[in-house]
């Protein structure tokens, strides 16, 4: 298989990561949608929510939790959005769970 965010979660490409632990990758989307858009990846294949089971759950707090800490980070903790796109009918362009942290509007 020849995933984008993969090669990118597991250091096989040039991409600038922000923050990563054993288990997720974080870097700026290419395309951003806010002032700060964040895309949280597991370094593990999961194609996208419908492809969450039993044994591959946990991952979905550990991005939670990350998406705090960047958050926090970025200064944008007092107002950002998390977003699953799931699936190319709702906007999913890469195959691969990912995770979007938006925020740093001006009110």
Do not use: W
């Amino acid at each position: 298989m020849d995933c984008l965010f993969c090669r990118i979660a597991n250091k096989k490409t040039d991409t600038k990561l922000i923050y990563e632990d054993k288990n997720v990758s974080c870097f700026f989307d290419i395309n951003p949608k806010a002032p700060v858009h964040i895309l949280i990846v597991p370094k593990k294949h999961i194609s996208s929510i419908n492809e969450i089971n039993s044994r591959n759950v946990n991952i979905l707090g550990e991005m939670f939790l990350v998406a705090k800490k960047l958050a926090k980070k970025f200064n944008i903790s007092e107002g950002y959005r998390l977003v699953f796109n799931i699936g190319k009918k709702a906007g999913q362009e890469v195959d691969h769970l990912h995770l979007h942290l938006l925020g740093g509007f001006k009110k």
